[in-house]
C-alpha cells in the first residue's frame, strides 16, 4: 500500500458520507474536488527504484518481443495487450471496439509485431478524436515514429531487433500518455457535471477505493476472510445493526484494525465509518448522563412566571462539547466513572445544583445538601447505577427498533422498485446524449447519505425536547452509516 492511500480514501469517504463535515462554507463539492489532496511526494530513493523496475519490465518485454519465435511474441503482446486495456478503459465507452481487440484472444500470426503495429496506429488514431487539441501533437508525434517502421531484424541477438524496440517505445509512451488523458478527462467531467451527479461519481470512487484497500494484503486480505470475521462478529444475532447498537453501547470504546485485539473490535466492513461510530458511541453516553441528570433534579412542572427551565440546554452544552473534541475518547473510564479528561464532573454537578437553587422552595442550599448532591452525580453516573442502566436499556431498545425498522423500509422499497418495469419513459428526448455523462445519473441513490425524514424517537426518561432531538440527530448518524456499509458490503454482510 503506498503512503497516504488511506488518507485519500478517509478524505473521499468524509465527503461521500458527511460532505457538511469536511466542505468549507460556501463551497460545492467541486471546489472541494478541484483541490482534492494529491498523493504525497515521492523520496528521491523511491523515484529511483521505481525507474529501476520499470526499465527491468520494458527491457525483459523487449527481449521478448525481439525472439524470432511469433509463439514468444505473441504470448509476450497478451500481457502488454492487458496493461493497455486497463490503461484505456476510462477513455472509451466499454464496448468500443478497440477495447473489445485488446481483450480478445491474439489471432495466429507468422508477423505478430507488424499486426500490432497496425492495432497501435488505430489506438492512437482513436484517442486523438477523443483528446483534447492540446494533446494532439503528442500522438502526432507517435504517429509519425509508427509511419515509417523499421525492417523486423533476423539477428541472432534477440535484443537487436528494432521493430520490437519500436513496439515497446510506443506502448510505453502509450501507457503514460493515457495517464495524462485521464487527467484530462477527469477535469472536464467535473467542469460539466453537476453537483448531484458528482456527489455519485464521489461515492462511487470512495466504494471502490474502500473495498480495494480493505481487500489488501497488507489489510485483511481476502473476501473469505471478511466473511468469516463478519459471521464470528456476528454471534447468533440476526439482525446486523442490532448487534452494532449494541457494541456501542459497550463502555470500551470500538475499535477496527488487522488483527485487532481489543474486546469490542468490529469487523473490516467498518474501518473507514470507525471515526464516525466512536462518535455516536460517545454521543449515546452523554444521552444516558444528560437523562440521568435530569431525573436526578426533578424538576417541577413548568409555570409562568417561573425560572427559565433551560437545565438540560446548558447540560447538553457541556456534553456536546466534549463529544466534539476530535480527541474526545469514551465518557466513562475502566472504573465506570466520568473521565477527569473528558467531561468534567464539577462542571455537570454545578448546574445540578444551580438547577436545584433555582426551583427550591427553601431560600438555600446548605453545604450539607450541597454535598450530597455532588456524591449523587457521582452515583447517578456510574454503570451499576440503577437509573442509569434503566434509561441506558430504554435507549437502547428504542433506537433499535427505530433503525431496523427504518433498515427494513428501505430493503422493502429497494425490492418494490427493483421489481417494477417501466415502460413508457419520462421524458421524451431527441438527439445525442454526452456519453459520459450518460454513466452518472444525477441524484441516484447507491448509497446516498440523503436526509430521511423520520417521526420523533420520544424515549420515556428523554422526553426534554433537547435530547428528543438529540436522539433524532444520532438515529440520522446511525442510518447514513449503516445504508453505506450496505452499499459497499453488501454481498458480504447479506450471504
Given at each position: 500500500m503506498v503512503p497516504g492511500e488511506l488518507e485519500e480514501a478517509f478524505f473521499l469517504h468524509a465527503l461521500a458520507t458527511e460532505p457538511g463535515r469536511v466542505l468549507p462554507p460556501h463551497k460545492s463539492l467541486l471546489a472541494v474536488m478541484a483541490h482534492a489532496p494529491s498523493a504525497?511526494?515521492?523520496?528521491?530513493?523511491?523515484?529511483?527504484?521505481e525507474g529501476v523496475v520499470h526499465k527491468a519490465f520494458w527491457d525483459e518485454a523487449l527481449h521478448s518481443l525481439s525472439s524470432p519465435s511469433p509463439a514468444v511474441q505473441l504470448s509476450r503482446l497478451k500481457l502488454?495487450?492487458?496493461?493497455?486495456?486497463?490503461?484505456?478503459?476510462?477513455?472509451?465507452?466499454?464496448q468500443h471496439s478497440i477495447l473489445l481487440t485488446l481483450a480478445a484472444p491474439l489471432p495466429p500470426t507468422s508477423s505478430p509485431l507488424h499486426s500490432t503495429l497496425v492495432l497501435l496506429n488505430q489506438v492512437l488514431a482513436a484517442l486523438r478524436q477523443r483528446c483534447a487539441p492540446a494533446r494532439d501533437p503528442d500522438i502526432d508525434a507517435l504517429l509519425a515514429k509508427l509511419a515509417s517502421p523499421p525492417p523486423s531484424s533476423a539477428s541472432v541477438v534477440p535484443s537487436e531487433n528494432p521493430l520490437a524496440a519500436l513496439v515497446v517505445s510506443t506502448l510505453r509512451d502509450l501507457i503514460s500518455l493515457a495517464d495524462v488523458l485521464r487527467c484530462d478527462l477527469t477535469n472536464t467531467l467535473l467542469g460539466v457535471m453537476s453537483e448531484a451527479q458528482l456527489a455519485d461519481v464521489i461515492r462511487q470512487q470512495?466504494?471502490?477505493?474502500?473495498?480495494?484497500?480493505?481487500?489488501?494484503?497488507?489489510?485483511?486480505?481476502?473476501?473469505?476472510?471478511?466473511?468469516?470475521?463478519?459471521?464470528?462478529?456476528?454471534?447468533?444475532?440476526?439482525?446486523?445493526t442490532s448487534r452494532l447498537v449494541h457494541a456501542l453501547t459497550s463502555p470500551t470504546p470500538?475499535?477496527?484494525?488487522?488483527?485487532?485485539?481489543?474486546?469490542?473490535?468490529?469487523?473490516?466492513?467498518?474501518?473507514?465509518?470507525?471515526?464516525?461510530?466512536?462518535?455516536?458511541?460517545?454521543?449515546?453516553?452523554?444521552?444516558?448522563?444528560?437523562?440521568?441528570?435530569?431525573?436526578?433534579?426533578?424538576?417541577?412542572?413548568?409555570?409562568?412566571?417561573?425560572?427559565?427551565?433551560?437545565f438540560m440546554s446548558r447540560i447538553w452544552t457541556l456534553l456536546k462539547v466534549e463529544i466534539d473534541r476530535d480527541d474526545y475518547s469514551n465518557a466513562i473510564d475502566a472504573k465506570t466513572n466520568v473521565r477527569d479528561d473528558a467531561t468534567k464532573l464539577v462542571n455537570l454537578a454545578?448546574?445540578?445544583?444551580?438547577?436545584?437553587?433555582?426551583?427550591?422552595?427553601s431560600p438555600g442550599i446548605s453545604e450539607q445538601n450541597e454535598r450530597e448532591l455532588r456524591a449523587a452525580v457521582e452515583r447517578t453516573l456510574r454503570l451499576q447505577d440503577p437509573v442509569f442502566a434503566l434509561l441506558q436499556s430504554r435507549l437502547v431498545r428504542a433506537i433499535d427498533q427505530r433503525i431496523a425498522d427504518y433498515m427494513s423500509d428501505v430493503e422493502h422499497q429497494a425490492r418494490s422498485e427493483k421489481d417494477q418495469i417501466v415502460r413508457i419513459?419520462?421524458?421524451?428526448?431527441?438527439?445525442?446524449?454526452?456519453?459520459?455523462?450518460?454513466?452518472?445519473?444525477?441524484?441516484?441513490?447507491c448509497g446516498a447519505p440523503a436526509k430521511t425524514?423520520?417521526?420523533?424517537?420520544?424515549?420515556?426518561?428523554?422526553?426534554?425536547?433537547?435530547?428528543?432531538q438529540a436522539v433524532g440527530e444520532v438515529v440520522e448518524k446511525f442510518v447514513v452509516i449503516a445504508q453505506w456499509v450496505e452499499s459497499v458490503w453488501e454481498d458480504i454482510i447479506s450471504s
Open positions: 504525497p511526494q515521492r523520496s528521491a530513493l523511491h523515484a529511483h527504484v502488454l495487450y492487458n496493461d493497455l486495456h486497463q490503461a484505456l478503459t476510462p477513455l472509451f465507452p466499454p470512495a466504494r471502490t477505493r474502500e473495498r480495494e484497500l480493505v481487500l489488501d494484503p497488507s489489510m485483511w486480505g481476502s473476501v473469505d476472510k471478511l466473511k468469516d470475521l463478519w459471521t464470528s462478529w456476528l454471534g447468533s444475532e440476526n439482525i446486523w470500538v475499535t477496527c484494525q488487522p488483527d485487532d485485539p481489543y474486546p469490542n473490535s468490529l469487523p473490516p466492513q467498518f474501518f473507514f465509518s470507525r471515526p464516525a461510530l466512536l462518535y455516536i458511541q460517545n454521543y449515546l453516553q452523554a444521552l444516558v448522563i444528560g437523562a440521568s441528570l435530569n431525573a436526578l433534579i426533578r424538576l417541577p412542572a413548568p409555570t409562568f412566571p417561573g425560572p427559565p427551565r433551560d454545578d448546574e445540578v445544583i444551580r438547577a436545584r437553587r433555582l426551583f427550591s422552595t419513459p419520462e421524458t421524451m428526448r431527441t438527439g445525442r446524449v454526452n456519453e459520459m455523462l450518460d454513466n452518472y445519473p444525477s441524484g441516484s441513490r425524514i423520520q417521526p420523533a424517537v420520544v424515549v420515556k426518561g428523554f422526553e426534554d425536547e433537547v435530547l428528543v
